[in-house]
């Protein structure tokens, strides 16, 4: 069983759930949309299907599940109409886990169609929506089938926690401390994955078709610069279970063997792996920084949102490993240690973004 598979975000309504702490994915598809927009206009003027097939991949099911979806068709309608076409029947594929909860977005859909096809008026085609359950490490649609594939903040996600990671004592992934064969183990698992996501999505997509990719990344090939004076979460988890582990909360073996399944490529990382598995070819591959900083004015209180961000995300993965009974415990001493930190560290992320056609 992968890995990924305990990956559900923390659904519900509360303060520290997903659909109410998603404005940084809510973000990096705003800064992404030019590179995609500009990505579809060159599909549809290349390919002008009659039926245009969509997959998102990682939807997830908070608020920006069928906003993304809804801006992704807009992006068509719009180049469809510069070239003076009727519009095309679409088929839209959201992608996620099978414990990812499609219920409330489909619950929320036929609101949504009705608003939808209200705001883009007379003339607009059929759009019809499905969900695909399944990792996007492994096929999930007929060959030949796609004319776009999109996925936001989700492929940093690892298929497994590397093998070989006995050495990383005192750390949960890749860190400043972590020792080269770590690094490596990681490494060596992101180029896996990433190749076999490329080929699955080489078989599906038609010759000419694009892919908008945008992930969490690091702007340094090393990965010590990438985390100075950086606000890390991470690393307050890990002091945290390494204080509870000394205290004889935790059971030391227990945090050990606690990694998470997720990494940073650098973008020459990401370059290196596109050229090698050799169905894509880039049209576009950028890092960006989204500083917390410039969000104040929709953003009121930083640290409380950087501490329900987290949680809403690594909540299922910690209550998974260390069982249900420490959950609070281990997030309220993480927070403590956060909102103490708060002002002293950049409040910044990164990701990259590639846009690639299919050869």
Known sequence: MEVVEVLHMNAGNGDDSYANNSQ?????IVMAKKITEE??????????PKTVHIADLGCSSGPNTLMEAGELVKAFEKARRKMGHQSPEYAVYLNDLPGNDFNSTFRALPQHQEDFKKEMGQGFGPCFFAGV??????????????????????????????????????????????????VKAYHEQFECDFSTFLKCRAKELVTGGRMVLYFLGRRCEDHISSYNNVLNTWEFLAKVL???????????????SFNLPMYRASPN??????????????????????DLENEKHIIKDIGNFVVNSFRAV???????????????????????LILE???????????????MTKK
Request: hydrophobic share 40%.
């Open 24 to 28: 940084f994915q809510e973000k990096a």
């Open 39 to 48: 990505a579809i206009t060159d599909v549809y003027k290349s390919l002008s």
């Open 133 to 182: 359950a399944g990792s996007f490490y492994g096929r999930l649609f007929p060959a030949n089938s796609l004319h776009f594939v999109h996925s936001s903040i989700s492929l940093h996600w690892l298929s497994q926690v590397p093998k070989g990671l006995e050495e990383n004592k005192g750390n949960i992934r890749v860190a400043a401390s972590s020792p080269p064969s770590v």
């Open 242 to 256: 390494n204080n509870l582990s000394a205290e004889g909360v935790i059971d030391e073996e227990k945090v050990n």
């Open 269 to 290: 990382e990401v370059k290196k792996v596109v050229e090698k598995e050799g169905s894509f070819c880039i049209e576009y591959l950028e890092n960006f920084m989204y």
């Open 314 to 336: 690594f909540e299922p993965i910690v209550a998974g490993h260390f069982g249900e009974g420490i959950v609070e415990e281990i997030f309220k001493r993480q927070k403590t």
């Open 341 to 355: 930190s708060i002002h002293d560290l950049d409040k910044v992320e990164f990701f990259n973004v590639v846009s």
